[in-house]
T-cell receptor, first 112, second 114 residues
Framework: KQEVTQIPAALSVPEGENLVLNCSFTDSAIYNLQWFRQDPGKGLTSLLLIQSSQREQTSGRLNASLDKSSGRSTLYIAASQPGDSATYLCAVKDTGRRALTFGSGTRLQVQP | KAGVTQTPRYLIKTRGQQVTLSCSPISGHRSVSWYQQTPGQGLQFLFEYFSETQRNKGNFPGRFSGRQFSNSRSEMNVSTLELGDSALYLC?????????????FGPGTRLTVL
């Protein structure tokens, strides 16, 4: 059974800092991994999708990497801003279950 | 292009009642998935529909059911509501039933069971 873990559970940083969010998964037989952002009480916004054959994806100040063999992904946020404050979730779609399995998220607060 | 829409956005029901939630996928998307989000269990997969057929199912009791219409819109139904069914129900759509497709989520329906 796929298990996804996100560390840290919460993070508070001053504006302008670069930061890294971590995601690990137990079953490396995956189709892809997605990073999402969730604002309080809202739905999920897809940030980056990394296919199993890819090593990284970039969108603006965001960069996500994937090391499938070790079961790890990182989300790098450059020059953080108060508007980046949200919960960040990673999810994997594995070949067995064929549905997204989510981590519990990292709650990020960027202080002005 | 409009995103995934879900109605209603908020619902309050009492134990024992039933509820129906609706999801309209992104135009042209044919696959719809449903997820439940609770503080204790996080996000959990309910089921996925494609071409009006359930293609995948999570580990939820039979009180949770769904369907998909020919225009790809989907509904999920929860019967005999329990307090523990209080949650944010999220719908996601993707273009086809391909394993590598990205999923796009709607704003969710907040269900409160009293």
């Amino acid at each position: 059974k796929q298990e996804v873990t996100q560390i840290p559970a919460a993070l508070s940083v001053p504006e302008g800092e670069n930061l890294v969010l971590n995601c690990s998964f137990t079953d490396s037989a995956i189709y892809n991994l997605q990073w999402f952002r969730q604002d309080p009480g809202k739905g999920l916004t897809s940030l980056l999708l990394i296919q199993s054959s890819q090593r990284e994806q970039t969108s603006g100040r965001l960069n996500a990497s994937l090391d499938k063999s070790s079961g790890r992904s990182t989300l790098y946020i450059a020059a953080s801003q108060p508007g980046d404050s949200a919960t960040y979730l990673c999810a994997v779609k594995d070949t067995g279950r064929r549905a997204l399995t989510f981590g519990s998220g990292t709650r990020l607060q960027v202080q002005p | 292009k409009a995103g995934v829409t879900q109605t209603p956005r908020y619902l309050i029901k009492t134990r024992g009642q039933q509820v129906t939630l609706s999801c309209s996928p992104i135009s042209g998307h044919r696959s719809v998935s449903w997820y439940q989000q609770t503080p204790g269990q996080g996000l959990q997969f309910l089921f996925e529909y494609f071409s009006e057929t359930q293609r995948n199912k999570g580990n939820f009791p039979g009180r949770f059911s769904g369907r998909q219409f020919s225009n790809s819109r989907s509904e999920m139904n929860v019967s005999t509501l329990e307090l523990g069914d209080s949650a944010l129900y999220l719908c996601a759509s993707s273009p086809e039933l391909r394993e590598h497709d990205e999923q796009f989520f709607g704003p969710g329906t907040r269900l409160t069971v009293l």
